[in-house]
């Protein structure tokens, strides 16, 4: 199932498996299923992973094992693995307030794509967004999969401050911002889920490999009503796992 | 249970608590964080006898002035800040014991960028996401995820040892000098198709300086351009520590404890791990020059630096360096170095090169029983 993973190591630390060239689901499901086999390997000399895109990063103890034994250990999960683990999808639902304050760009967006701001909401939220990767910020997804139909470009000029939470849009992109930032992105809903909190463990809602799915939300106080619960960790978030 | 230990007087410029760094969480876009010179802040650790990892404190160029309030042992370590104890001058890299109402200082920058004052028992502050360390950007970690300020009052934990032995740094290694000028390790990458031909004898040969704008994330570069094939974006991946990324302007940046843990821009070369702690003791303003140097070169520069560190911990450690293709002979059995200093295979005598053999007589102590053996160093045939 790993076609042409190449190993590249970049300094005495880190080691990167290559899976391809290019940004697309099936590529990125071999970075994740490799990172899954790996920790099952549970080989103490690995001292963290990060998933990309394309590659995943492996970060090792130099005292502990050496490079070239190291490598011998990435290739025999290579070969182990013949045939593609079944693998079910994990969707989790986030839900989303778009409206009013916490949607200034809305008819923006609408506008730009000559649609009605019902239309906007119905295909950003009825569309699987897959979590390529975590990273910029603690608990910030890279999704993929945002219909062309709604893509916008950024601001010229970025806001100061974007609202935890915020749901943007930028060029083909969407995306959440799991704190309060500066920012560009077209901002067209809120969600009141905390995406990142460190009294989790694993902090973040989300996790790379994941899709996601937008739930519109009716008004400002089921907004509220579930901010409070997740503020307190009680927020039951919808997960589906489908075959 | 926990014992109230000083009080912040003056914060200093950038005081904040640091362990090792975080460690698991990468994945979910958590950076590493901990100290920048990572071999000071473990060697100030254990000079107070702590477990590598306990919390101490990152001092950064202007430093703090603390008030103990009870008795206890410190150290300092990493950069020369003219550290004084009830005013009269300290030494560094050694254990001080110190006693309630004295007060620490530091004045002018002498030598590097970092002091590390490590406490007995480690600095007590919850850990998030198994670390102490400040994140500063995402305000987590360390004391409410910020630097100190006055009037904060630090905690320890209780030491594992309530009698220190005094400790200092090995006869044969000197308290480090950092100096003006700084010759970086690297390992450069394999660089198809990503940067001009020349780019990589341009990092070689030239002198950076570092700019103002460096910071615990990274160090701004600048210097001679380094010219991309084909623009500087490339599809985001994780960030390895003491990656070189090159953007658009063609200026190098080094990633450092704080970097994000993934980007998009190109990387020329990779800091190598005992070079972090270099790179964290050199100042904005000051040069750098770069060497290439293997891998191998790389990882027994990490080994050297970890049988210092050993020497601290234990003076029965043997004063040799070990390192992969040794072999090691007890009692008739000989053992192959296989990874790092700690992992041996047991191998053939004839298997040994008769020329390399050397011989030690060693001393080790197992549950208080002290027994004297003589080992032999050789090299694979």
Known sequence: ?243 | MNIPTFKILEPGLLTTIQDMGRYGYQKYGVPVSGAMDQFAMRAANILVGNDENAAVLEITALGPKIEFITDTYISITGANLSTNLDNIPIPRWETIKTTRGSNLTFNEIQDGMRAYLGIAGGIDVPLVLGSRSTNIQSSFGGLEGRSLKEGDIISTLIPIDAKLDFKNLPDTYLIPKYGEYHEIKIILNSQENIFALEASQIITQSKYIISPESDRMGYKLEGPKLLHQNGPDIISEGNPPGAIQVSGDGQPTILLADRGTTGGYTKIATVISTDMSKLAQALPGQALTFKSVTREEANKSFYEQEKILEMMRSKDVLDVNLYQGQTISVDGRVFEIQDGTRNLTEVSTSTVNTDSKQKYSAKATVNNTTHNFEIEIGRKS
């Open chain 1, 1 to 243: 199932m790993y076609e042409n993973i190449q190993l590249i190591s970049s300094g005495d630390q880190v080691i990167f498996v290559q899976f391809g060239g290019e940004i697309n689901p099936d590529i990125n499901r071999q970075v994740h299923d490799f990172d899954k086999s790996l920790h099952d390997k549970n080989i103490n000399a690995v001292v963290d992973t990060i998933p990309g895109y394309k590659s995943l990063m492996i970060q090792y103890d130099p005292m502990q094992i050496s490079t070239e034994n190291l490598e011998t250990k990435l290739l025999e999960i290579k070969n182990d693995s013949s045939e593609q683990i079944p693998r079910k999808k994990t969707i989790v639902n986030i839900p989303v307030l778009y409206q009013g304050k916490y949607a200034p760009d809305l008819e923006f967006v609408a506008e730009h794509n000559n649609l009605k701001t019902e239309e906007v909401i119905r295909i950003h939220s009825e569309t699987e967004y897959l979590v390529y990767m975590i990273g910029f910020t603690p608990g910030f997804p890279y999704l993929g999969g945002l219909p062309s139909r709604l893509s916008t470009p950024r601001m010229s000029t970025p806001r100061l401050k974007i609202e935890k939470g915020s749901v943007g849009i930028a060029e083909t992109q969407t995306g959440i911002y799991p704190a309060s930032s500066p920012g560009g992105w077209r901002i067209i809903g809120r969600t009141p889920l905390l995406l990142f909190d460190t009294h989790n463990d694993p902090p973040s809602i989300l996790s790379a490999g994941n899709y996601i799915r937008f739930c519109p939300i009716k008004n400002e106080n089921d907004f509220i009503k579930i901010q409070k619960l997740s503020e307190k960790l009680e927020y039951k978030i919808n997960i589906e796992i489908v075959s």
